[in-house]
């Protein structure tokens, strides 16, 4: 329902004036005056207010064509030989043009008048061939479709390249660095933003005793080793991909494989393998593996192929509602190919493609053909003209053993089911004797066999009979409805649970794949406004027209079995050439390092995001990034060693000067993302399972309200839920591990701002608010996780009143620093209070020692110094 | 609560605070201007710049795009030519599949109460309020598409990040209540709204001014208990260590703005705990008034339940109210095909509620203080979508009209302003943009929209941001 989300346009009428508006008008000055050509000042005027009428998409409306300088003479708007008396000027100057839409402003009249004094000219001679989309000199010169050349290093005495960009553009400024930040809060900061949890004492012990010069990137390292690492860097990713374990709409069913994918990814990211091969493969990896339908079992036997195969998933992440009953099943399929331009322009080409999906985008030299362009890449694999559910397109790909395996397990979890049916079947029986018990010995018999005839067959009579004498309770799958079966309806649940913990370990080895299904390709048409039901003129594959140096894409490559249009595009866009790909990944790997991009808007670097004040140092770093063969971990290293990265919170001149850091004097303190609040909890609780990979952690909807971990019991249409079960140690399992269901998002994590993927997220939101305050103080995981702390603590440092130790443990494990006098003072005080106050309300003495610690614990959970990272 | 007592608060609240005056001092600064960091960014009560009309808003944001012609705009040249060639050309900035063929409305018109507003037959609720609110049929925002026509009904702007109105009006008067935040998205029970956050954010004003979104079922605010065994005093020693904690660290970092929202954060939470259950729940509100509403009916609880939480807030001193539809669900207004099947069931849903909340506000004299807006981002296009069956037709978007209403805080009760062309497709009389439209409700809270400004990066910056704006004093009792 909303694919024209992003795809519509503004209206005309508003577009000059308010595309400005993320400047306010103040403070501007005077431009220095250029020479006026048609290119750079008349025709986005024109652009804007008339081309939709006179020229664009074959529109020539009373045979007017504005968009040349030649075309105008020739239709007639311009008079060659008497300028100022031009068609042009007169209807624009009346208000009798644009017919729709406010008339141009008075600026623009006057610009259009001074270009026909200045004898209407042009900044080059006009090409005779008007492209389908005409670009001008500017727009091809947007910074960001320019190709990445390194800059020079500014010679400033800076020793670090990134120091030396920052510190160039400081200058004029009258910014300069901050100092140093101090040695725990630099391994806070590496460790928030490389792992997404705290570091832990031993850790921060040995860095801050390490005396050797290089010990800093020797920490680097370390952390970059970390397994958690990949779980931190490919979260982020996921982010980007919109990876969720649910198909989306109303109905949000589950999707049982997705998470082969999640892991495909955290492997990737942790394997440190190069970034244009990941992109390769999650793009094109089934067309790497030459994968085809029937070839697929022998494909797949190959790890790597396999790992190729799985990468695609990335391809299949955006909601997918065509198994849903739908009103209009071609539109929902529709949405499926829209969303997946959308999400793969978003997150590697850093522009809003999607708003030429109906027409020209409004901004972006981005023409409504380079739309169908880019789609032309999908539809062989997605063709909804012979769609295939997502169940057609999971390929299955046990081993033999894998498969014996799974027939054992299967048999297991059976036998078990068995003797919960058997159960219920035997309890029944009882029942019924126990029911039939006060009846007339007569009747009983009939109304025995009434009840156990099924209801459909059921005669008049012996429904009457049931009905008589209030037999007309059913027969349940549970024996919840039986009085005195307490016990037995325990034995129930635990049986169930039983099965369903044996059926957990089978090996799940399905995954959700782009393929194509081979032959000729579908033909991609443009799509008149953008709906499917008027295909126009056929497109073929290719890059958006403004990129230029792009390679033609073959739109049947007879070498490979599928149409080798993915495999071609993503060649293209990993070949070091291509303009937006390093500079959007690393203008957002930038951004969780530092908060914000050097660009601030991580998914549109089109023609509204100007180049940004740290341009230089973009380019530069994408360039760095692209020559060291798309090493991400070497890229983390070489900012991570910057001063830049290195400097501490505190520049009160940057901060009266700069309160947006745009100019990067300081390093602003970060609030941890939703994962790393709730990871950083476990850890510091003690309490996290580092287990990796594997099927999701199932969320539930629990009674009382809110989404938890845990299996719902629930009555038999899934829509009260009695009770939660609980995970074991699996909750306490890192947070990119939690099903990520569209509709059910955990709570702890929604709080904090996780993002609802439609289809992806490329960049998220941080809010601060009340409801985050009142998890902190209330929620079940927060207080669960104090009260493990507390008691951990307390049963290696034994005592029964509050001890200096305890804090000292816990300042350590949560701040990565010793407390002060004061605080400890502090801290001994308010437990010593609370201590008493739960012995007085009648805790044990050990509960009320615990307690009185747990309660410290939350204090520090909700205390700003643990929720930013430094 | 009548305007003498809500004004004589306001004036009770109006310390001087020396933050305004230096706010209006900015106006003349020359050259760069640097953020106030020796500025508190805070929910304390603010005076305004003039005598206030509204002390609170209620925006029913009506996500989509409602269709003006089959709402509140009839044109009868549509049923007279219905299916015909559109004369001329329909707006060429449409987005998707928009025909030539004219569409006449398929339901009946009737003019109601002494104004004699014409309403479809589709709000037979809404038709009993005609004379309690301001009719605006010059709506134009500007916009056809979803997201950008969002962000001008809420910031005023065309792109993301802008703060959001009801963080504006925090942000200038502060919040009215103690124990409640002072700005509240309300989202529907199938999930948030198109662009999420995006639709309360505080943009680039302190984060303290962004709204706090709530649920649409009991428990509507999760975790408002706190644990047995530390509730009272445990957690009030809490929360006294947390400040004493928090206090230090902020002064360590005096630059992070953040910081200073979140530390309010905790001490709304605690308020929120004593106050916020009572506030939301209406479980307790008399038989009659959740029958108004339709709280118990599957049609129109969602809304009407909001809708009662609304009023319920605004009577506790809650400044910004907002309610949202639900991106995931398909009972919205963006009816681009079978708009005979969805527009009755997305009035459905709300017009009773909406009908309620207006007379409920004004039987406890709420409404003279309370500024109630109904309304989407854009309107639709006069002619047909059509695809499929004639059954299956729709309406396309349209950035150049639509329909919207406001009542209460002043607005003239009863007043039918502005008017489309022949065709409903475009607004030609009493045009109400965006900017007019924002500029118009600052003035109502008694703010003027040039004056409330903010510094960041070296700007001063505002709501209307220096695009043509008309306060529209006409429609002012």
């Given at each position: 329902m909303f694919g024209e989300l992003l795809t519509g346009a503004i209206g005309v009428a508003t577009s000059i004036a308010m595309a400005s508006l993320p400047q306010p008008a103040t403070g501007a000055t005077e431009p220095p005056p250029v020479p006026i050509v048609f290119e750079r000042q008349v025709r986005p005027i024109l652009k804007a207010h008339c081309f939709q009428c006179h020229g664009e998409d074959g529109e020539k409306q009373g045979g007017i064509d504005l968009r040349q300088r030649r075309l105008m003479v020739q239709t007639g708007a311009l008079e060659k030989d008497h300028l100022s008396a031009s068609e042009l000027l007169n209807q624009v100057r009346s208000g009798d043009m644009p017919k729709k839409g406010k008339p141009l402003a008075p600026a623009e009249v006057a610009t259009i008048e001074r270009w026909l004094a200045a004898g209407a000219p042009t900044a080059r001679p006009e090409p005779e061939q008007v492209p389908g989309m005409f670009f001008t000199e500017d727009e091809r010169a947007h910074w960001s479709f320019r190709p990445v050349a390194k800059p020079a290093v500014p010679n400033n005495g800076q020793k670090h390249p990134v120091d030396a960009f920052v510190a160039a553009q400081m200058v004029g400024q009258g910014l300069n660095f901050a100092p140093a930040a101090d040695r725990v809060s630099l391994l806070r900061r590496a460790s928030f933003d490389l792992l997404g949890l705290p570091p832990t004492p031993e850790q921060l012990k040995s860095f801050s005793n390490d005396r050797r010069p290089d010990a800093w990137p020797r920490a680097v390292d370390a952390l970059l080793s970390s397994p958690h690492y990949g779980e931190r860097w490919g979260r982020h990713w996921l982010d980007a991909a919109g990876y969720a374990d649910s198909n989306g709409g109303g109905k949000d069913s589950p999707r049982d494989d997705a998470w082969h994918y999640r892991d495909y990814v955290i492997k990737s990211v942790n394997a440190n393998v190069p970034w244009n091969q990941f992109i390769r493969e999650q793009l094109a990896g089934d067309e790497l593996a030459r994968l085809t339908q029937s070839g697929a079992p022998e494909v797949l036997k190959d790890e790597t192929r396999w790992q190729q195969v799985a990468a695609t998933g990335f391809l299949r992440m955006v909601p997918d509602t065509t198994t849903d009953d739908n009103p209009d099943p071609m539109a929902a399929r529709e949405q499926v190919v829209a969303d997946t331009v959308k999400m793969v322009s978003s997150s590697l080409l850093g522009l809003t493609v999607g708003c030429a999906q109906c027409?020209?985008?409004?901004?972006?030299?981005?023409?409504?053909?380079?739309?169908?362009?880019?789609?032309?890449?999908?539809?062989?694999?997605?063709?909804?003209?012979?769609?295939?559910?997502?169940?057609?397109?999971?390929?299955?790909?046990?081993?033999?053993?894998?498969?014996?395996?799974?027939?054992?397990?299967?048999?297991?979890?059976?036998?078990?089911?068995?003797?919960?049916?058997?159960?219920?079947?035997?309890?029944?029986?009882?029942?019924?004797?126990?029911?039939?018990?006060?009846?007339?010995?007569?009747?009983?018999?009939?109304?025995?066999?009434?009840?156990?005839?099924?209801?459909?067959?059921?005669?008049?009579?012996?429904?009457?009979?049931?009905?008589?004498?209030?037999?007309?309770?059913?027969?349940?799958?549970?024996?919840?409805?039986?009085?005195?079966?307490?016990?037995?309806?325990?034995?129930?649940?635990?049986?169930?649970?039983?099965?369903?913990?044996?059926?957990?370990?089978?090996?799940?080895?399905?995954?959700?794949?782009?393929?194509?299904?081979?032959?000729?390709?579908?033909?991609?048409?443009?799509?008149?406004?953008?709906?499917?039901?008027?295909?126009?003129?056929?497109?073929?594959?290719?890059?958006?027209?403004?990129?230029?140096?792009?390679?033609?894409?073959?739109?049947?490559?007879?070498?490979?079995?599928?149409?080798?249009?993915?495999?071609?595009?993503?060649?293209?866009?990993?070949?070091?050439?291509?303009?937006?790909?390093?500079?959007?990944?690393?203008?957002?790997?930038?951004?969780?390092?530092?908060?914000?991009?050097?660009?601030?808007?991580?998914?549109?670097?089109?023609?509204?995001?100007?180049?940004?004040?740290?341009?230089?140092?973009?380019?530069?770093?994408?360039?760095?990034?692209?020559?060291?063969?798309?090493?991400?971990?070497?890229?983390?290293?070489?900012?991570?060693?910057?001063?830049?990265?290195?400097?501490?919170?505190?520049?009160?001149?940057?901060?009266?000067?700069?309160?947006?850091?745009?100019?990067?004097?300081?390093?602003?303190?970060?609030?941890?993302?939703?994962?790393?609040?709730?990871?950083?909890?476990?850890?510091?609780?003690?309490?996290?399972?580092?287990?990796?990979?594997?099927?999701?952690?199932?969320?539930?909807?629990?009674?009382?309200?809110?989404?938890?971990?845990?299996?719902?019991?629930?009555?038999?249409?899934?829509?009260?839920?009695?009770?939660?079960?609980?995970?074991?140690?699996?909750?306490?399992?890192?947070?990119?591990?939690?099903?990520?269901?569209?509709?059910?998002?955990?709570?702890?994590?929604?709080?904090?701002?996780?993002?609802?993927?439609?289809?992806?997220?490329?960049?998220?939101?941080?809010?601060?608010?009340?409801?985050?305050?009142?998890?902190?103080?209330?929620?079940?995981?927060?207080?669960?996780?104090?009260?493990?702390?507390?008691?951990?603590?307390?049963?290696?440092?034994?005592?029964?009143?509050?001890?200096?130790?305890?804090?000292?443990?816990?300042?350590?494990?949560?701040?990565?620093?010793?407390?002060?006098?004061?605080?400890?003072?502090?801290?001994?005080?308010?437990?010593?209070?609370?201590?008493?106050?739960?012995?007085?309300?009648?805790?044990?003495?050990?509960?009320?020692?615990?307690?009185?610690?747990?309660?410290?614990?939350?204090?520090?959970?909700?205390?700003?110094?643990?929720?930013?990272?430094? | 609560m009548n305007r003498r007592s809500f004004l004589s608060q306001i004036t009770a609240a109006s310390v001087a605070i020396p933050w305004l005056l230096e706010r209006d001092g900015l106006l003349a600064a020359e050259g760069p201007v640097k953020p106030d960091l020796d500025v508190t960014y805070d929910l304390l009560p603010k005076p305004p710049h003039f005598r206030p009309r509204a002390k609170a808003m209620i925006d029913l944001f009506m996500f989509g795009g409602p269709s003006q012609m089959d709402l509140f705009d009839p044109k009868p040249l549509l049923q007279q030519r219905n299916e015909q060639r559109f004369p001329g050309k329909v707006s060429a900035d449409n987005a998707a599949g928009a025909s030539n063929k004219i569409f006449a409305s398929q339901w009946k018109f009737k003019k109601h109460g002494g104004c004699g507003m014409d309403i479809s037959e589709l709000l037979p609720q809404m038709a009993t309020i005609v004379d309690e609110v301001c009719w605006l049929r010059g709506m134009k925002f500007g916009s056809n598409a979803h997201d950008r026509g969002t962000y001008l009904a809420h910031t005023c702007g065309l792109v993301s990040g802008r703060p959001t109105l009801g963080s504006w009006l925090t942000y200038g008067l502060g919040s009215l209540n103690d124990g409640l935040p002072s700005y509240v998205a309300l989202t529907a029970k199938a999930g948030l709204p198109v662009l999420t956050q995006e639709n309360w954010t505080a943009g680039w004003l302190p984060s303290v001014y962004q709204g706090t979104m709530v649920r649409s079922e009991e428990p509507r605010i999760l975790n408002l208990d706190p644990p047995p065994h530390l509730a009272g005093k445990g957690q009030e020693a809490q929360l006294a260590l947390l400040r004493s904690l928090n206090e230090k660290h902020r002064a360590a970092n005096p630059g992070e703005q953040d910081l200073v929202a979140r530390i309010a954060s905790y001490e709304l939470a605690a308020k929120m705990q004593v106050h916020a259950r009572e506030a939301f729940d209406i479980s307790n509100e008399p038989a009659h008034i959740r029958k108004m509403y339709g709280v118990d009916d599957p049609a129109t609880a969602d809304w009407g339940g909001r809708c009662l939480v609304a009023r319920r807030l605004v009577e506790r001193g809650v400044r910004f109210v907002q309610l949202h539809i639900a991106a995931n669900e398909n009972r919205d207004w963006d009816n681009h095909n079978s708009i005979g099947k969805n527009l009755p069931a997305a009035c459905v849903a709300v017009d009773k509620p909406c009908a309620a909340l207006i007379r409920d506000l004004k039987q406890r004299g709420l409404l003279d203080t309370t500024l109630v807006r109904w309304g989407g981002e854009m309107g639709r296009l006069p002619t047909a979508e059509a695809t499929g069956t004639r059954e299956t037709w729709g309406r396309d978007h349209n950035g150049k009209a639509g329909c919207m209403w406001m009542a209460g805080a002043g607005m003239k009760p009863g007043l039918v302003h502005g008017a489309t062309d022949e065709w409903g497709h475009e607004a030609i009389e009493g045009i109400v943009t965006a900017p007019d439209f924002h500029a118009t409700v600052l003035h109502l809270f008694g703010l003027d929209h040039k004056k409330l400004t903010f510094k960041r990066n070296g700007l001063v910056a505002s709501m209307t941001d220096g695009q043509p704006a008309r306060v529209l004093t006409e429609l002012f009792t």
């Open positions: 027409h020209d985008h409004r901004f972006d030299p981005i023409s409504h053909t380079d739309y169908f362009r880019l789609r032309a890449l999908f539809e062989p694999f997605l063709n909804p003209s012979k769609w295939r559910s997502p169940k057609a397109r999971a390929y299955p790909a046990y081993r033999p053993e894998e498969d014996r395996l799974n027939k054992e397990i299967e048999a297991r979890a059976a036998a078990v089911d068995k003797i919960r049916t058997d159960l219920i079947a035997v309890e029944y029986a009882k029942y019924l004797e126990e029911r039939l018990l006060p009846l007339p010995e007569a009747v009983r018999g009939v109304v025995r066999t009434a009840w156990m005839t099924e209801g459909k067959k059921r005669s008049d009579e012996q429904r009457a009979l049931l009905k008589k004498y209030n037999f007309e309770f059913g027969r349940e799958d549970h024996l919840r409805f039986l009085q005195n079966r307490e016990e037995q309806e325990k034995e129930r649940v635990k049986l169930v649970a039983e099965a369903t913990k044996i059926r957990e370990a089978k090996v799940s080895r399905v995954l959700m794949a782009a393929s194509e299904i081979g032959g000729e390709p579908p033909t991609t048409h443009r799509f008149h406004r953008g709906d499917f039901r008027q295909p126009k003129e056929a497109v073929p594959p290719g890059e958006l027209s403004v990129i230029e140096g792009a390679p033609a894409i073959p739109e049947r490559d007879t070498t490979l079995p599928s149409s080798g249009r993915r495999l071609a595009y993503a060649r293209w866009l990993t070949s070091g050439k291509h303009p937006l790909v390093a500079r959007v990944l690393v203008n957002r790997f930038w951004s969780h390092h530092f908060a914000r991009g050097l660009a601030p808007q991580l998914a549109d670097l089109g023609m509204r995001s100007d180049r940004p004040a740290q341009g230089d140092l973009l380019d530069y770093l994408a360039a760095e990034f692209m020559e060291s063969g798309w090493d991400l971990k070497a890229w983390h290293k070489l900012v991570m060693t910057s001063r830049t990265y290195m400097q501490d919170n505190r520049n009160p001149v940057a901060e009266k000067k700069d309160a947006d850091n745009v100019y990067l004097a300081r390093m602003p303190l970060r609030r941890l993302d939703a994962e790393t609040v709730r990871d950083s909890l476990l850890a510091v609780a003690g309490n996290l399972n580092p287990e990796m990979g594997g099927r999701p952690l199932t969320v539930a909807r629990h009674p009382q309200g809110g989404v938890v971990l845990g299996k719902e019991l629930s009555n038999a249409n899934n829509n009260v839920v009695h009770s939660v079960e609980s995970l074991g140690p699996a909750a306490y399992r890192r947070s990119v591990y939690v099903m990520n269901r569209r509709t059910l998002p955990l709570t702890v994590l929604q709080e904090f701002d996780l993002p609802f993927m439609s289809p992806n997220c490329a960049q998220r939101a941080v809010t601060t608010v009340a409801p985050q305050a009142l998890m902190m103080l209330n929620d079940r995981l927060v207080l669960e996780q104090a009260d493990v702390f507390a008691r951990n603590v307390i049963k290696k440092n034994p005592g029964d009143r509050p001890s200096s130790v305890w804090v000292r443990v816990l300042w350590q494990r949560a701040y990565g620093v010793s407390p002060s006098a004061q605080e400890i003072a502090a801290s001994l005080s308010f437990m010593e209070e609370e201590r008493q106050r739960q012995a007085q309300k009648s805790a044990t003495a050990v509960e009320s020692t615990e307690r009185s610690l747990a309660a410290l614990c939350q204090v520090v959970f909700a205390s700003n110094r643990f929720l930013y990272s430094p | -």
